[in-house]
């Protein structure tokens, strides 16, 4: 964006959500944002007077509820574009389980973007990936390595899937495809991102993404130990993401499209280990791949932290289906980080807020 302009963001005290805002606000926009309570200590990193470590910023933090429709279109008519990022991310059990993130995810993406319409310039959603990789609403979809890889054109089915897949996939499909339809209703300019795990540096005093939850008690020599089998996980780097949404706020492909956000399939232990002699002491204390696959599938049945392991073990073959993550590279002229780069900057940022040792 050459000329300054002001962005609305939903959701201003999230992972991602942060460094979106710092890109924006290091390259001199204003920054309006929502949170659900301006008096959680959520809020405090955003308050500083620096914030982000930038002089001058201009950030305004407004108090509103997604799933509440007054005072949406007085929010945002001041603002030249929206990003909504806003959606609940349940943890646990309730990942899989908790029906009411469906309606919340829907509702809160039907009351902003009714708001939005006519009143901004262009809406960027973030979406996910989960309402991309289960085009057969069968958790094994990721699995089937013989298929053609997943890219924009795949939706997750949500249609009797809640059993496979969870209340968290369905809830990103769902209002992932009203917004969709909504735009085209009322000629909204719409980019959706659709990134696979998050993760990389904290800019916050806490944790506040699932996804960088094993990277830290495994980092912070809480875990003793993991799977023997690997277990890839598909990621992006937060950074990444965050520049694909500024990108994506004026770029003339954008609108209309949906951008998978992919690098690569990474296991945790592999990159512990190409990293372990950076952050001696430390990594004296990291896991190591012992625990066998019976074990984890009883500690399953106590431990949701075992849980969610176990449902992104793939067979034992440990292969994945490809997912195509290039259409942005194509689009935007865009590069991705390096794996290694993002877990050194990820670790890091833990050590330097005081989370470890």
Known sequence: MNSKKKIFITGLTGFLASHVCKILLEQGHEVKGSVRDLKSKKCDDLKKENVFGIAGARLEIIEADITNKKGWKEALEDCHYLIHMASPVPKGDAYFKDLSVIDTAIEGTRNVLEAAAGVVERV??????????????????????????????????????LGEIGAYSISKTKAERWAWDFAKSKNLQLTTINPTFVIGPLLSSKIRAQSLSMIYF?????????????????????????????????HEQAPGNRYILHNEFYDLVDMLEELKEEFKPLSLKWPKRSVPHWKLKLASLFKQD????????????????????????????????????????????????????
């Open 306 to 357: 075992a849980k969610m392991l176990l449902s992104l073990m793939g067979p034992s073959h440990e292969k994945y289906r490809p997912i195509n993550g290039k259409k942005v590279n194509e689009h935007f002229n865009f590069s991705y980080r390096p794996l290694k780069d993002t877990m050194r900057d990820c670790i890091q940022s833990f050590k330097d807020i005081g989370l470890i040792k």
């Open 218 to 250: 495994a980092s912070a020599g809480k875990i003793n130990a993991l799977p023997k089998q690997r277990i890839l996980i598909p990621y992006v780097d937060v950074r990444d993401v965050a520049l694909a949404h500024v990108t994506s706020l004026t």
């Open 124 to 161: 960027v959603l973030t979406s996910s990936s989960a309402a991309v990789i289960y085009p057969g609403g069968k958790k094994n979809d990721l699995f089937d390595f013989e298929a053609p890889p997943l890219n924009e054109s795949d939706w997750t089915k949500t249609e009797s899937s």
